[in-house]
């Protein structure tokens, strides 16, 4: 039996990421490596103006300072920036009016991976901005938004239409040298997506954008920024797969949020890059840095994030409560498997009165994984009468990976209240027995008991993505029982 | 026969429970097995459906004319094998209706028939519920979790009408139950009884049997079991007490 028990574990624990595929695409690229030549043919692609140039400059040149973070408990190979390319786009014939003129082979990927960029999710309320590699193809819905005065496009579509925006809010919750990956990105950035919501207005669909990294040793850069104005409301979506590769490839990302007073932005990410094989061979190096700031009084921005992808994950997505009253919340489940490594947490920053903040994690790892959650919660002197619930949950399947839990806590004032709460629990022998008892496979078994373990981040998830998210979680986790 | 068991030897970390039990069950009998604590009764009906931890040293069981000990515990489940837990398991954040609807359906899939469309899963739960008169909200409840003593066992005989196995090892379901309770949870087992199925109830209280009578009745004793007879072994146990039992050793 116990033999049978190893024989299953490992076959599931085997099973090869479902989404792997690769696409021909002509692609316009540039050469390889990082110079201050790369930035300035990235900057003049795009036909930036001058102020984003000198941005990326500086930003180039503090990179240069600046050396990889080794804090993380994370084992990362040497990464060879010199090896890596920094711009990649699908080669565009000419300016694209309709569906019919997208390349098929890209427009094949898109159905690949169930996006539609047709009536079918215009029916189902969901805008969407596909970024493919680095370039944005087609953006939908924009109209309908812009009635209300949304604005909803490509980062670099911002940049043409809208600089005023972009040059006063980039780079003001993330600096470009807050940290070494914040920094190259902020230099190389490719695309990403802007959102910006007026005074007063409740975005009515939810906002949702889908990477994919595709050109072989092409680093992703991608970099998102939305802003909420005074009572303003969006619900933002962001998920992907990537097609398999046996090099490893980097992603730095970078989010910014902006909330103003009385505005609430939640942001929702299902991460399901390609993990690497069972050997721990290829995968994504995933190291992104979102923050977002309540600026204003009674502001708000959630975090949910559903972390099942990439080789390695360094991600801490964070709320700065500078308004009074203002609330943050961090809802995250991580499932590390095989030889995954993933170090991620939150950062809540209360600066105003009277501000709370929520941190919910849930990390699951199973075979020779490793998982960390990282979290720091500050509550500076001025923020008298703040709050922070903490609550760190682990689950260990096996007995050959690793769950951490580092929470970091600063209180500066008397007033406030911290509570922390962190368990460390295995998928008990009774709990599955019951299940099986039942007739229940154990395949099932586990998807059951773990998405139970998860329900309070997934709950938090919006419906599209909620059923997408319990899938991720079963096939991520198949037989890996200990 | 339905079950047969033969000189089963069962152990668990080296130490020996189950040291030679012989029991055999026919279709539309109800067995009681009787015994003091720690004698090897829950270990009995875990080796039964397939618990992993228990070792088997020596001996069969065949269900169905088959080795039954061959199967792995959700193919058992499946066949027919119902366990009645002595100490239900909670399963945190998991519906009783999600928990119900893929064991039915996983049960389903085992013999080939198709999910059961939702609609008709959730009349059946419906239906299944009154039958053990559960009044209560289960339905978006997380499985035992929150739930007192009494509703545990409720739920366990919920779960076998929902399932309807061929053989039902109930393990000490009348344990905690109030009166009103017992009454509905014998209810809910005798309403189930059939000339296709059999029932094994593993209890301490003769006063169990006034309601489910039992065709066969055993004493389990350290491992074996060493005395079988009528329903009026249960009432003899019950003034005699096990002295009687260990003396005519
Ligand atoms: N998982 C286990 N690990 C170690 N010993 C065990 C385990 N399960 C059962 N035992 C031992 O096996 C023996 C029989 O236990 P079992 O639960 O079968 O008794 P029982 O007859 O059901 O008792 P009760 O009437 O109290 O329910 C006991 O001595 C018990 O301690
Ligand atoms: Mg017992």
């Given at each position: 039996?116990?033999?049978?028990?190893?024989?299953?574990l490992?076959?599931?624990?085997?099973?090869?990421?479902?989404?792997?595929?690769?696409?021909?695409?002509?692609?316009?690229?540039?050469?390889?490596?990082?110079?201050?030549?790369?930035?300035?043919f990235?900057s003049?692609?795009?036909n930036e103006?001058e102020?984003?140039?000198e941005?990326?400059?500086?930003?180039?040149?503090?990179?240069?300072?600046?050396?990889?973070p080794?804090?993380?408990?994370?084992?990362?190979?040497?990464i060879?920036y010199?090896?890596?390319?920094y711009?990649?786009?699908?080669?565009?014939?000419?300016e694209?009016?309709?569906?019919?003129?997208?390349?098929?082979?890209?427009?094949?990927?898109?159905?690949?991976?169930?996006?539609?960029?047709?009536?079918?999710?215009?029916?189902?309320?969901?805008?969407?901005?596909?970024?493919?590699?680095s370039?944005?193809?087609k953006?939908?819905?924009?109209?309908?938004l812009?009635?209300?005065?949304?604005?909803?496009?490509?980062?670099?579509?911002a940049?043409?239409?809208?600089?005023?925006?972009?040059?006063?809010?980039?780079?003001?919750?993330?600096?470009?040298?807050?940290?070494?990956?914040?920094?190259?990105?902020?230099?190389?950035?490719?695309?990403?997506s802007?959102c910006?919501?007026?005074?007063?207005v409740?975005?009515?669909?939810?906002?949702?954008?889908?990477?994919?990294?595709?050109?072989?040793?092409?680093?992703?850069?991608?970099?998102?920024l939305?802003?909420?104005?005074?009572?303003?409301?969006?619900?933002?979506?962001?998920?992907?797969?990537?097609?398999?590769?046996?090099?490893?490839?980097?992603?730095?990302?970078?989010?910014?949020?902006?909330?103003?007073k009385?505005a609430?932005?939640?942001?929702?990410?299902?991460?399901?890059?390609?993990?690497?094989?069972?050997?721990?061979?290829?995968?994504?190096?995933?190291?992104?840095?979102?923050?977002?700031?309540?600026?204003?009084?009674n502001?708000?921005?959630?975090?949910?994030?559903?972390?099942?992808g990439?080789?390695?994950?360094?991600?801490?997505?964070?709320?700065?409560?500078?308004?009074?009253?203002?609330?943050?919340?961090?809802?995250?489940?991580?499932?590390?498997?095989?030889?995954?490594?993933?170090?991620t947490?939150s950062?809540?920053?209360?600066?105003?009165?009277n501000?709370?903040?929520?941190?919910?994690?849930?990390?699951?790892?199973?075979?020779?994984?490793?998982?960390?959650?990282?979290?720091?919660?500050?509550?500076?002197?001025?923020?008298?009468?703040?709050?922070?619930?903490?609550?760190?949950?682990?689950?260990?399947?096996?007995?050959?990976?690793?769950a951490?839990?580092?929470?970091y806590?600063?209180?500066?004032?008397?007033?406030?209240?911290?509570?922390?709460?962190?368990?460390?629990?295995?998928?008990?022998?009774d709990?599955?027995?019951?299940c099986q008892?039942?007739?229940?496979?154990?395949?099932s078994?586990?998807?059951?008991i773990?998405?139970?373990?998860?329900?309070?981040?997934?709950?938090?998830?919006?419906?599209?993505?909620?059923?997408?998210?319990?899938?991720l979680?079963?096939?991520?986790?198949?037989?890996?029982?200990? | 026969?339905?079950?047969?068991?033969?000189?089963?030897?069962?152990?668990?970390?080296?130490?020996?429970?189950l040291?030679?039990?012989?029991?055999?069950?026919?279709?539309?009998?109800?067995?009681?097995?009787m015994g003091?604590n720690?004698?090897?009764?829950?270990?009995?009906a875990?080796?039964?459906?397939?618990?992993?931890?228990?070792?088997?040293?020596?001996?069969?069981?065949?269900?169905?004319?088959?080795?039954?000990?061959?199967?792995?515990v959700?193919?058992?489940?499946?066949?027919?094998?119902?366990?009645?837990?002595?100490?239900?398991?909670?399963?945190?954040?998991?519906?009783m209706?999600?928990?119900m609807?893929?064991?039915?359906n996983?049960?389903?899939?085992?013999?080939?028939?198709?999910?059961?469309?939702?609609?008709?899963?959730?009349?059946?739960?419906?239906?299944?519920?009154?039958?053990?008169e559960?009044?209560?909200?289960?339905?978006?409840?997380?499985?035992?979790?929150?739930?007192?003593?009494?509703?545990?066992?409720?739920?366990e005989i919920?779960?076998?009408?929902?399932?309807?196995p061929?053989?039902?090892?109930?393990?000490?379901?009348?344990?905690?139950?109030?009166i009103?309770?017992?009454?509905?949870?014998?209810?809910?087992?005798?309403?189930?009884?059939?000339?296709?199925?059999?029932?094994?109830?593993?209890?301490?209280?003769?006063?169990?049997?006034?309601?489910?009578?039992?065709?066969?009745?055993?004493?389990?004793?350290?491992?074996?079991?060493?005395?079988?007879?009528?329903k009026?072994?249960?009432?003899?146990?019950e003034?005699?007490?096990?002295?009687?039992?260990?003396d005519?050793?």
């Amino acid at each position: 039996m116990e033999k049978e028990k190893n024989h299953i574990l490992k076959e599931v624990t085997n099973s090869e990421y479902k989404w792997g595929f690769v696409t021909d695409i002509e692609m316009d690229t540039a050469t390889v490596g990082l110079t201050e030549d790369t930035v300035r043919f990235i900057s003049a692609k795009k036909n930036e103006p001058e102020f984003l140039l000198e941005y990326r400059l500086k930003a180039y040149k503090k990179w240069l300072e600046m050396e990889q973070p080794q804090w993380a408990h994370l084992k990362i190979p040497i990464i060879n920036y010199q090896d890596i390319i920094y711009y990649a786009a699908p080669k565009k014939k000419k300016e694209l009016s309709s569906l019919d003129e997208v390349d098929p082979a890209l427009l094949e990927t898109f159905k690949k991976l169930g996006i539609s960029l047709d009536e079918q999710k215009k029916l189902s309320g969901v805008a969407v901005d596909a970024v493919i590699d680095s370039v944005s193809v087609k953006t939908t819905f924009t109209e309908t938004l812009s009635k209300q005065g949304i604005i909803f496009c490509s980062f670099s579509d911002a940049v043409q239409n809208h600089p005023d925006l972009v040059k006063q809010y980039m780079g003001s919750v993330v600096p470009y040298g807050d940290n070494y990956f914040a920094a190259l990105n902020s230099a190389v950035f490719s695309d990403g997506s802007f959102c910006y919501i007026p005074k007063g207005v409740r975005c009515p669909v939810e906002l949702s954008t889908y990477f994919r990294i595709n050109a072989a040793n092409t680093g992703q850069f991608e970099r998102t920024l939305i802003i909420a104005d005074e009572g303003a409301y969006v619900s933002y979506m962001e998920g992907c797969t990537a097609p398999q590769r046996d090099e490893n490839q980097l992603h730095a990302a970078i989010v910014e949020i902006v909330a103003m007073k009385d505005a609430e932005v939640k942001y929702s990410t299902v991460q399901n890059w390609y993990p690497g094989d069972k050997n721990g061979l290829g995968g994504i190096f995933n190291f992104v840095t979102k923050r977002g700031i309540c600026k204003g009084s009674n502001s708000k921005i959630s975090w949910t994030q559903v972390e099942t992808g990439s080789a390695i994950t360094w991600k801490y997505p964070s709320c700065i409560l500078l308004g009074d009253h203002s609330v943050g919340e961090f809802y995250s489940v991580a499932i590390t498997n095989n030889h995954q490594q993933a170090d991620t947490g939150s950062k809540m920053i209360h600066l105003g009165k009277n501000t709370k903040s929520t941190i919910i994690s849930k990390g699951i790892s199973a075979g020779f994984s490793n998982n960390s959650y990282r979290g720091l919660v500050k509550i500076a002197k001025n923020a008298t009468n703040s709050r922070n619930y903490s609550q760190c949950d682990s689950l260990l399947m096996g007995d050959k990976c690793g769950a951490h839990t580092w929470p970091y806590i600063k209180a500066e004032n008397s007033s406030s209240i911290i509570e922390h709460e962190a368990t460390t629990s295995k998928i008990s022998e009774d709990q599955l027995f019951y299940c099986q008892q039942r007739g229940i496979s154990t395949e099932s078994a586990i998807g059951l008991i773990v998405n139970g373990y998860a329900k309070e981040v997934l709950n938090k998830l919006p419906m599209e993505f909620a059923v997408e998210a319990q899938k991720l979680l079963s096939i991520s986790l198949e037989g890996s029982v200990g | 026969m339905l079950l047969n068991i033969k000189n089963l030897h069962a152990s668990i970390n080296g130490k020996e429970i189950l040291k030679g039990v012989n029991l055999e069950v026919n279709k539309g009998e109800v067995h009681a097995i009787m015994g003091p604590n720690g004698t090897g009764k829950s270990t009995l009906a875990s080796v039964i459906a397939g618990r992993e931890v228990f070792d088997i040293t020596e001996g069969e069981v065949l269900y169905k004319g088959k080795n039954l000990l061959d199967l792995p515990v959700e193919a058992r489940a499946s066949e027919g094998i119902f366990l009645g837990f002595q100490y239900p398991v909670e399963i945190p954040g998991v519906s009783m209706t999600n928990f119900m609807r893929t064991a039915v359906n996983e049960q389903r899939k085992y013999h080939g028939l198709d999910p059961l469309p939702s609609g008709e899963f959730l009349r059946m739960m419906e239906e299944k519920k009154q039958m053990v008169e559960i009044t209560a909200k289960l339905n978006n409840r997380s499985v035992n979790e929150g739930f007192s003593g009494g509703e545990k066992k409720k739920n366990e005989i919920f779960q076998m009408a929902m399932l309807n196995p061929t053989l039902s090892i109930l393990d000490e379901t009348d344990s905690g139950l109030d009166i009103d309770a017992l009454r509905i949870v014998a209810n809910g087992v005798n309403k189930l009884r059939g000339p296709e199925n059999a029932t094994v109830v593993i209890t301490h209280y003769q006063r169990l049997l006034d309601y489910i009578v039992p065709d066969f009745v055993h004493v389990l004793y350290e491992g074996r079991i060493v005395k079988s007879g009528g329903k009026e072994l249960a009432l003899e146990l019950e003034s005699k007490g096990y002295e009687w039992i260990k003396d005519s050793l």
